[in-house]
C-alpha cells in the first residue's frame, strides 16, 4: 500500500545517474506492477515487476523483465517497515545465473531505501523519495511508461 499509486526517485551513489520507479495496483489490486526506467545518456534501461500473493507458497512472488534481455524471480516477505527479497535469482539474456537479496526499509512518509547484495557484498544502495508523476515522466525520455 506505501508504494501503490506513487513514483519514486533515487540517486546512485557518486554519481549523477538516478532510477525512477512507478507503482500501482493492477487487476483490481490483486497484482501490484512497478515500472522503473534509469536513463543513461540518449539511452534508457527500462525494467517491469509484478508482485502477486501466492496462496500456496503463502508468500508474495514475482517476476523482473529488463531490456536488455534479462529476467527475475524471486520471493518478498514483509516485516515491519522492512520488505526482505532473500532470493531474487536474475537470468541475463546470456543465460547468466545470479542470486541477490534485498532489503527495501520505508524511513518516512515519503521515503525508502534499497541496499542489495550479492554473496554478502552490497552491490547497490539507494534512497528513493517520493514524486509525482508528471515528475516521474519528465525524468526519463518518452515518460517511464
Do not use: K
Not at 35 to 52: C, D, F
Not at 87 to 95: I, M, V
Amino acid at each position: 500500500a506505501f508504494l501503490a499509486g506513487s513514483c519514486w526517485t533515487g540517486v546512485f551513489p557518486g554519481s549523477e545517474t538516478f532510477d525512477v520507479h512507478c507503482y500501482e495496483p493492477v487487476y483490481g489490486g490483486q497484482y501490484l506492477r512497478d515500472v522503473h526506467a534509469v536513463p543513461q545518456g540518449a539511452a534508457v534501461y527500462r525494467g517491469e515487476t509484478l508482485y502477486h500473493w501466492d496462496a500456496e507458497a503463502e508468500v508474495i512472488t514475482y517476476r523482473y523483465y529488463n531490456s536488455i534481455g534479462g529476467v527475475s524471480d524471486g520471493t518478498m516477505t514483509p516485516v515491519g517497515n522492512r520488505m526482505l527479497f532473500p532470493d531474487e535469482t536474475h537470468r541475463g539474456q546470456d543465460g547468466e545465473e545470479r542470486v541477490f537479496s534485498t532489503v527495501m526499509e520505508i524511513t518516512g512518509p515519503d521515503g525508502y531505501s534499497v541496499v542489495t547484495s550479492e554473496d554478502g557484498e552490497v552491490v547497490m544502495q539507494i534512497e528513493f523519495q517520493r514524486i509525482s508523476r508528471q515528475d516521474a515522466d519528465e525524468m526519463v525520455p518518452d515518460g517511464v511508461w
